[in-house]
């Protein structure tokens, strides 16, 4: 059995599709392994929805969103077109999770599969087995999303993770002049509770507050951490008084990417320079 040519996605799905549940978009050709994957998850209960060729970016992120679902990405046919939808999902679908599967991915693709805050990497071929427990896994993530009605979810919702008061003080008081919803949390610790809680769109994050690793610490939980895999695609924006960036300082480490944020920006901070990386990590134009 394979699946209906009918569940192929196209540009503009109807509500239906919107409403159904454990359905995850796939962008893949129909090979023999692939239609085996399909009929694996099928069995499992997961709907599989061919994305065509034809789609857009664009296109594939809009229904993602409107899907509220999963989207799975082999890099083998098109590795360049892959690679554009992922950004264009991560950007204009942040929320929903997004798989990659990809054969022997260098050194270089996995770091920007992992800060662009993917939600799972598999190496090519991938088992059933493992493909279902990862989707369950982001489908869960998207059960815990609870709607929100209020105002300040209806905006953008930044945390600041610094332990200089004047700091978060004014930070806060230029976001939220430019409509951002803010919280702050004083601490690494604070700051990952705080984003379990307030599932915030972007996280400004200092390095030294109760030791001098805190911030690389944090950045490391969300980025790499199982506990917090449903908050990988938040970017981080590093703001410290260091004046090395994460990437510079530990070059020669091995666990250079595991300390290395979305951004980083160094105190005093530019204020023009500030705003222009929020706005860019969140997706949005810059004014």
Not at 81 to 92: E, F, I, N, P
Not at 168 to 176: D, G, K, V, W
Not at 187 to 215: F, H, N, T, Y
Not at 228 to 256: D, K, N
Request: glycine share 4%; proline share 6%; charged share 25%.
């Amino acid at each position: 059995m394979t699946i209906p040519s009918g569940n192929t996605l196209t540009v503009g799905v109807p509500d239906a599709l919107a409403a159904a549940a454990r359905r995850v978009l796939v962008v893949a050709d129909r090979t023999p392994a692939w239609d085996e994957m399909a009929r694996s998850l099928q069995a499992d209960g997961v709907e599989c929805v061919w994305v065509p060729p034809t789609a857009t970016p664009a296109d594939v992120a809009r229904d993602l969103q409107r899907c509220n679902t999963a989207l799975v990405v082999d890099l083998a046919p098109d590795a360049v077109r892959g690679m554009t939808l992922v950004s264009a999902c991560r950007q204009d679908a942040h929320s929903s999770p997004v798989v990659v599967v990809a054969a022997n991915p260098s050194i270089e693709l996995s770091r920007r599969l992992r800060l662009s805050g993917v939600f799972y990497l598999a190496l090519d071929p991938v088992s059933g087995e493992e493909m279902r427990s990862v989707l369950a896994s982001a489908f869960g993530c998207l059960a815990r999303k609870r709607p929100d009605t209020s105002m300040c979810r209806a905006r953008r919702r930044v945390l600041i993770v610094d332990d200089d008061a004047d700091f978060t003080a004014a930070i806060s008081t230029l976001l939220e002049s430019q409509g951002y919803c803010v919280s702050s949390a004083r601490s690494g610790k604070e700051g990952l509770e705080k984003l379990r809680a307030e599932s915030p769109d972007l996280i400004v994050l200092d390095v030294m507050m109760e030791d001098d690793w805190s911030g690389y610490a944090v950045n490391q939980a969300v980025k790499f951490s199982q506990e917090y895999e449903c908050f990988r695609h938040v970017p981080i924006l590093m703001v410290s008084s260091v004046q090395t960036s994460p990437a510079a300082q530990f070059s020669r480490a091995g666990e250079v990417d595991m300390v290395t944020p979305n951004s980083y920006l160094t105190k005093p901070v530019d204020l023009t320079a500030f705003l222009r990386e929020v706005r860019a990590l969140l997706g949005e134009q810059d004014t």
